[in-house]
T-cell receptor, first 113, second 114 residues
Framework: AQSVAQPEDQVNVAEGNPLTVKCTYSVSGNPYLFWYVQYPNRGLQFLLKYITGDNLVKGSYGFEAEFNKSQTSFHLKKPSALVSDSALYFCAVSPYNTDKLIFGTGTRLQVFP | DAGVIQSPRHEVTEMGQEVTLRCKPISGHDYLFWYRQTMMRGLELLIYFNNNVPIDDSGMPEDRFSAKMPNASFSTLKIQPSEPRDSAVYFC????????????FGQGTRLTVV
């Protein structure tokens, strides 16, 4: 079955420290991978995507993600967290040759001052 | 463009009543998705359309749920009859084939069935 796993319900980090939000996937073929962010009472906003090429993808607001094919992972990272980064983060996959977007369950990021 | 527009933003209804959620996608987008978000199950894909045609409705939970897209600028998600377990936030999203995965989401409809 095609799926996305975000093993952490919540990640806590101090402002200024690096952050990592984990994501692994299980799909056949070469998927397209995405990160979205959701602020309270808002819809999801696109952060970044991996289609092909360089395994390190840079996105909005200083976020980046690293694609690791052997580990089937696509972890979201940021070198220095801000309090305003606190939100709900979703990893998503679009399996090869489909138009679906399948989301993980989300990870709540809490950045403390 | 004003983005993906959903209405109503909030809906409270009694069990057994019919509920209709509405979505206006971004002009020119040929894909439209309906998602449901709950604490327990996260974000679930219910159904999606391409060029107004339903492509995959395998996520629709049961026959009480139905979705239509009569034209490129409008879609509805209907629940009849509604049940308390249908309480959730329902999101509509749209995108182009060329921007696969880069979906624009509406602000959602928070449905409460009492």
């Amino acid at each position: 079955a095609q799926s996305v796993a975000q093993p952490e319900d919540q990640v806590n980090v101090a402002e200024g420290n690096p952050l990592t939000v984990k994501c692994t996937y299980s799909v056949s073929g070469n998927p397209y991978l995405f990160w979205y962010v959701q602020y309270p009472n808002r819809g999801l906003q696109f952060l970044l995507k991996y289609i092909t090429g360089d395994n390190l993808v840079k996105g909005s607001y200083g976020f980046e993600a690293e694609f690791n094919k052997s580990q089937t992972s696509f972890h979201l990272k940021k070198p220095s967290a801000l309090v305003s980064d606190s939100a709900l983060y979703f990893c998503a996959v679009s399996p090869y040759n489909t138009d679906k977007l399948i989301f993980g369950t989300g990870t709540r990021l809490q950045v403390f001052p | 463009d004003a983005g993906v527009i959903q209405s109503p933003r909030h809906e409270v209804t009694e069990m057994g009543q019919e509920v209709t959620l509405r979505c206006k996608p971004i002009s020119g987008h040929d894909y439209l998705f309906w998602y449901r978000q709950t604490m327990m199950r996260g974000l679930e894909l219910l159904i999606y359309f391409n060029n107004n045609v339903p492509i995959d409705d395998s996520g629709m939970p049961e026959d009480r749920f139905s979705a239509k897209m009569p034209n490129a600028s409008f879609s509805t998600l209907k629940i009849q009859p509604s049940e308390p377990r249908d309480s959730a936030v329902y999101f509509c999203a749209s995108t182009n084939k060329t921007d696969q995965g880069f979906a624009f989401f509406g602000q959602g409809t928070r449905l409460t069935v009492v």
